[in-house]
């Protein structure tokens, strides 16, 4: 990496290339890295609205082109600044131009938003909710730990927050601390380096309430793994309380420990999945109440209906409408609103049939071919029952190709092992949890 300036000017280049001129011109024009930070890339842009895009449809590509530019960067943070070239000359250094979206307290790491009283609760998250309650209620009693699990952008880390505050506010001489796992992993590694293991060790085991978030970047990462085992120990036999949180359940996190997915299921483990459509109403109305916005009944069912994967593109989505709304001084048609989401909306994922086939063989750790054998075995039979339904229910594969895939088989037998997997979800609750987690994997 050279300078800031030419690390940015470059990913721009190769941004340009990639994206609509239209769009580049759009969203781009005022952008710029304010500094390099440990890895992290802070991009300076010009309003909250541009940051909130960014965040849903730019992010990944963005990430992708700096990291080509230069390994280091390890991710990107968006904040509302000032472009240098527009700033007066005696402008303080770059620094000191970062204007912060939100005041994190320092001392817990919490953001101070993330409150019980700001986060909607629905049948989609209603049991992780209630164990959050209970959490507070008798902290290092009830619950402990708890470990929240679900797709990105659902509200978990909200909720832990959330947990937090409340804990940090009923007892604020007690100690609170929020931390992801990889910054966990970063601290503990410089703290190897600088042989400050000691340190270390001291600070974590002071906190009364320790919440972790995105525990699967610890997945390979043994020595972090292994301090992690003991900094649990210690906090759990001094009745200290602890929370994590992933985007899977923790038996299904590749490369964790057994003795570690073992202290994690000693507590209580619920997930929060994504939100049926009455939620998604719910929601939509409830951030459009805090912002004394208002839109037409079957403007908001449309909406609902077309962003289903998660709260966070639900709220992006909202605040692209909201605004557009604003700019025009007029409120939005449902022709307005099928346009402004259809460019909002990112494509799925295109995925093989070969691919859904080898990534549920390999979930459930059986080789391959052995998928396309005429076996009745069980540890067999339950995945190619699985492949059958995923293919049909997510893929609408025809039923006699999904037969010729797998091995030549007639198409009555995928009829009846999809029949019987779409009956087996209502009752099996294990089932239903593998087949969510196959889903995430392929997406």
């Not at 990913?11 to 024009?29: G, H, I, M, N, V």
């Not at 209603?126 to 730990?145: C, R």
Request: glycine share 4%.
């Amino acid at each position: 990496m050279t300078t800031t300036r030419e690390l940015w000017e470059n990913a721009l280049t190769d941004l340009e290339l990639t994206l609509p001129k239209a769009a580049f011109s759009t969203w781009f024009r005022d952008t710029h890295v304010v500094r390099v930070d440990d890895g992290v890339v802070f991009v300076g842009v010009p309003s909250q609205f541009v940051r909130d895009w960014f965040m849903t449809k730019y992010h990944k590509l963005i990430l992708a082109s700096l990291r080509q530019l230069s390994p280091s960067v390890r991710s990107v943070e968006y904040i509302i600044s000032k472009h240098p070239s527009k700033a007066a000359e005696v402008a303080p250094p770059a620094r000191a131009n970062e204007l912060p979206l939100e005041t994190i307290h320092t001392q817990t790491n919490l953001n101070p938003r993330y409150t019980f009283d700001t986060f909607i609760v629905g049948p989609f998250n209603e049991l992780a909710y209630a164990a959050a309650q209970a959490v507070v209620k008798k902290p290092g009693i009830s619950y402990n730990p708890l470990f929240i699990y679900g797709e990105t952008g659902l509200g978990k880390t909200h909720l832990i927050q959330g947990i937090g505050n409340h804990f940090r506010a009923k007892a604020p001489e007690r100690k609170v601390f929020y931390i992801t796992s990889e910054k966990f992993y970063l601290e503990y590694v410089s703290a190897m380096q600088g042989g400050r293991i000691p340190a270390f060790k001291e600070k974590y085991r002071e906190y009364d309430l320790l919440i972790m978030d995105d525990i699967q970047f610890l997945s390979g990462k043994s020595g972090t793994q292994e301090e992690l085992f003991h900094l649990f120990n210690a906090l759990f036999d001094k009745n200290k309380q602890l929370i994590f949180s992933s985007d899977q359940h923790p038996n299904m996190i590749q490369k964790l420990v057994d003795r570690l997915k073992s202290r994690f299921n000693q507590g209580m483990i619920v997930s929060i999945t994504p939100p049926d459509h009455e939620s998604r109403v719910a929601i939509i109305r409830t951030k459009m109440a805090a912002r004394g916005a208002v839109l037409p009944d079957d403007v908001l069912d449309y909406i609902a209906s077309s962003v289903e994967r998660n709260v966070r593109e639900l709220e992006g989505a909202l605040n692209i409408l909201l605004l557009s709304s604003e700019m025009r001084q007029e409120p939005l048609t449902i022709a307005d609103v099928k346009v402004l989401l259809r460019a909002a909306n990112s494509p799925k994922k295109a995925v093989s049939i070969q691919e859904v086939i080898k990534t549920i063989a390999d979930f459930y750790g059986i080789e391959e071919p052995v998928i396309y054998e005429k076996t009745r075995r069980k540890e067999v039979v339950r995945p190619r029952q699985v492949i059958m339904f995923v293919l049909r229910e997510d893929f609408h594969i025809s039923f006699p190709t999904i037969g010729e895939k797998l091995g030549g088989r007639d198409h009555t037998t995928v009829i009846h092992s999809c029949d019987k997997m779409r009956e087996e979800i209502k009752t099996n609750a294990a089932l239903a949890q593998e087949i969510q987690q196959i889903r995430m994997m392929l997406k």
